[in-house]
């Protein structure tokens, strides 16, 4: 926690420097600057109602892209036959770039929360796909003709043989969906929509107010890494607990 508070210390020291040498707070304001509008956004701004809208994105877009790309890359781990088949859109999609996907969305559906949610889950399904196909094609053979000899239910076997060797898979999946989906879900809110941190980031954009987009972009950053540091980093220590022992 020492190094990591002392590495954000020295971020802000460039940051101080940095603003110091351009000498134009409309270009780049001490972070001193900050406190005053982030209080007022934060007591009777918008800041909470679009945190808000912006972490329900998120959160609906991790949940999905997580469920459908954990099935996905367990089924072509196990199958090679269903990779054979599967392989080529996946690597198309992991190399469609997030702003064709929420573009088309956006065209095709329309500027709703659909189409931005969905943009954001197909832009990361792949990413975590690949992730758990790598983890599904490391899982131990001797542990799977034990459960066959042993006859182990279906369920029983998945619950107590796969998803263990799977965990460190899946928290390195959540972690890097994590970190990839709320920058998407911004870029979609740019794009297309009425609210969130992305909405406030374009419109303050158009005024030309650095002092209130970086307000924004960085009270979004701290509650995500709250989120890694409290949440993420944990869970994928104690997945991977296991292999140490």
């Not at 190399?95 to 088309?104: F, K, M, T, W, Y």
């Not at 297309?192 to 303050?204: A, K, N, T, V, W």
């Not at 954009?205 to 950053?221: E, K, M, P, R």
């Not at 890694?228 to 022992?245: G, I, N, V």
């Amino acid at each position: 926690m020492i190094v990591r508070l002392s590495s954000l210390l020295g971020l802000l020291a460039l940051w101080i420097i940095a603003a110091w040498l351009g000498n134009d707070p409309e270009v780049l304001p001490m972070p001193g600057a900050l406190l005053a509008p982030f209080w007022t956004e934060l007591t009777s701004g918008p800041l909470l109602y679009h945190l808000a809208m912006t972490l329900i994105r998120v959160l609906w877009a991790f949940v999905l892209a997580m469920s459908v790309g954990l099935v996905l890359g367990l089924v072509m781990g196990i199958f090679p036959k269903v990779d054979k088949w599967l392989d080529p859109w996946l690597v198309v999609f992991l190399n469609l770039p997030a702003l064709v996907l929420i573009v088309l969305c956006y065209l095709w559906i329309g500027l709703n929360e659909t189409a931005a949610i969905l943009a954001v889950t197909l832009n990361k399904i792949p990413n975590v796909t690949t992730i758990i196909r790598e983890g599904a094609r490391a899982l131990d053979p001797d542990l799977r003709a034990m459960a066959q000899v042993y006859r182990m239910p279906r369920r029983s076997y998945l619950q107590h043989v796969v998803l263990p060797q799977l965990a460190p898979f899946i928290a390195a999946a959540a972690r890097s969906g994590v970190a990839v989906i709320w920058k998407i879900v911004l870029v979609a809110e740019f794009l297309g929509r009425s609210s969130g941190i992305g909405f406030q980031i374009h419109l303050y954009f158009q005024l030309f107010d650095v002092t209130h987009v970086l307000i924004y972009a960085l009270s979004f950053i701290a509650v995500m890494l709250a989120v890694e540091w409290l949440l993420l980093q944990p869970w994928e220590r104690r997945a991977r607990r296991w292999r140490d022992a």
